[in-house]
């Protein structure tokens, strides 16, 4: 794993603010690398830091993905769903809940 990405990868991940979700290729995008969302969901999946709220990145279509920590994807919508996030068949309304920009949580250079 590229340790310089994964570092910009977890930073952007820290700039989602609660109630609001980004996608895995939103945080690409963000990180100058808008085709390696699945990397970034690589990387995602072995933070253990409970800093970075990695609960807060979910699919481009909605739906909220995995999740690396216990308790898998149910204690992901619950985490979701403590700070305001409604989850309904594990689907998020992005219209409403994902950040407005990636630039809101990115290092792009323009």
């Not at 994964?6 to 979700?21: E, L, N, Q, S």
């Not at 945080?27 to 072995?46: C, D, E, K, N």
């Not at 689907?91 to 920009?101: F, G, P, V």
Request: hydrophobic share 40%.
């Amino acid at each position: 794993m590229n340790r310089s990405l994964a570092t910009r990868i977890y930073a952007a991940t820290r700039r989602i603010p609660k109630g609001r979700v980004a996608t895995y290729a939103d945080i690409a995008r963000a990180v100058g690398h808008p085709r390696a969302w699945r990397h970034v969901g690589t990387v995602l999946s072995l933070n253990r830091d409970s800093k970075t709220p990695c609960h807060r990145v979910v699919r481009s279509d909605g739906a909220v993905g995995g999740f690396g920590f216990r308790g898998g994807t149910r204690r992901k919508i619950a985490r979701l769903s403590a700070e305001g996030i409604t989850v309904i068949n594990d689907k998020i309304n992005l219209a409403r809940y994902r950040i407005l920009s990636p630039r809101v949580i990115g290092i792009v250079q323009s």
